[in-house]
């Protein structure tokens, strides 16, 4: 198998595993348990957590509560109604990786929690279909994603971004969520690259938590956090981690 296929195998993972976590999200549950279950179907889709021992990471995947951003460890707290949970699921098939994330509310939420995943879910769709092979630069979807995501009342957290990926899990270019200064560098055909706003209400503050990896808002806002394993083809940015229901 050539990397595209052995990165689509990764991604058609971690679109599985992610359909079926999201659908364990209710009252009742932990965090532990999300992993326990996607240990279990990262074996079963021939499959190995990218996560797991990355930098000493301890889980298989990454579990975020509330007001926590990214990079949570699962623990045992007990998800309870109107939750917000973000899980985040990387997979290595044959040496390459595919990555992405999803943020659900547990049972109905309200109209601030819905209205916060809709405009993070949104502004990440709406970038990968602006994507022009050889054209668009790092620059142009950060600034594509504040824009969308300011004009709407929330902030984009700049500290933390998508990535190239590939034979690693995180490799260059960085993929900002903020207009950078520079140009950065031009999104050709044949990369591979992860597309991830991370999105606050109120204020783009954030600390990391003593564990040094749980990532969380200074002030306590809540946050929102999508994203997709995308490949650069000639004519535009193809999903390889589509957890859509269909």
Avoid at 51 to 56: Q, V
Avoid at 111 to 126: A, D, M, P, Q
Avoid at 149 to 158: H, L, S
Wanted: glycine share 8%; net charge negative; with cysteine.
């Amino acid at each position: 198998m050539n990397k595209l296929e052995c990165i689509k195998k990764a991604g058609q993972a971690v679109s599985n595993i992610l359909k079926r976590l999201k659908k364990e999200i209710k009252p009742g549950v932990s965090g532990k348990d999300l992993d326990k279950l996607a240990r279990q179907l990262m074996k079963e889709q021939k499959v190995q957590s990218s996560s797991l021992d990355y930098k000493g990471f301890s889980a298989a995947i990454c579990v975020s509560l509330n007001e926590e951003l990214t990079h949570g460890i699962p623990d045992e707290r007990i998800f309870k109604e109107g939750d917000l949970v973000s899980i985040d699921v990387a997979c290595n098939y044959q040496g390459y990786h595919a990555d992405a994330a999803l943020t659900t509310i547990v049972g109905e939420g309200n109209e601030e929690k819905r209205s916060l995943l809709n405009i993070t879910k949104n502004s990440l769709y709406f970038v990968i279909q602006n994507i022009q092979p050889g054209i668009t630069t790092t620059q142009d979807i950060g600034a594509m994603l504040e824009k969308y995501i300011r004009t709407r009342g929330y902030y984009p957290i700049k500290e933390y971004g998508g990535h190239g990926i590939g034979e690693n899990l995180h490799q260059e270019p960085f993929i900002p969520n903020y207009k950078i200064s520079n140009k950065g560098e031009v999104i050709k055909e044949g990369m591979f690259i992860c597309i991830e706003p991370l999105v606050q209400i109120g204020d783009a503050e954030v600390e990391v938590s003593p564990n040094k990896w749980t990532v969380f808002s200074k002030n306590g806002y809540l946050n929102a956090h999508f994203e997709h394993t995308v490949y650069i083809s000639k004519t535009g940015a193809e999903i390889l981690t589509n957890y859509e229901e269909e």
